[in-house]
């Protein structure tokens, strides 16, 4: 049984937006920190957007500062990834995740003309 479930992937051209869901129905989110990760093809996993769980305060990876934004909605229990301004080196697998705890399946993200 997933623990977190990742939606909102797909293709899109260069310089659109994509928001992904991060939804689970056995961790209350805001009781925890969460991560999103992504994952290309013979590279590492690499984390991009972080929040906090005591003030949700939130840290970006230098290739996304600016551009993606993490975010969670307590009375849905969902975390957010908003991606704008989207590039073709954005294309991967990508993951949300408790740290320590547990990871989702992933979400593939296209950004292709």
């Known amino acids: 049984q997933l623990q977190l479930v990742e939606s909102g992937g797909g293709l899109v051209q260069p310089g659109g937006s994509l928001r992904l869901s991060c939804t689970t129905s056995?961790?209350?989110?805001?009781?925890?920190?969460v991560g999103w990760f992504r994952q290309v093809p013979d590279k590492e996993r690499e984390g991009v957007a972080c929040?906090?769980?005591?003030?949700?305060?939130?840290y970006y990876s230098d290739s996304v500062k600016g551009r993606f934004t993490i975010s969670r909605d307590k009375t849905n229990n969902t975390a957010y990834l908003q991606m704008d301004s989207l590039n073709t080196e954005d294309t991967g697998v990508y993951y949300c995740m408790i740290p320590g705890i547990t990871w989702g399946q992933g979400t593939q993200v296209t950004v292709s003309s």
């Open positions: 056995r961790f209350t989110l805001d009781q925890y920190a």
């Open positions: 929040i906090s769980t005591n003030d949700d305060s939130t």
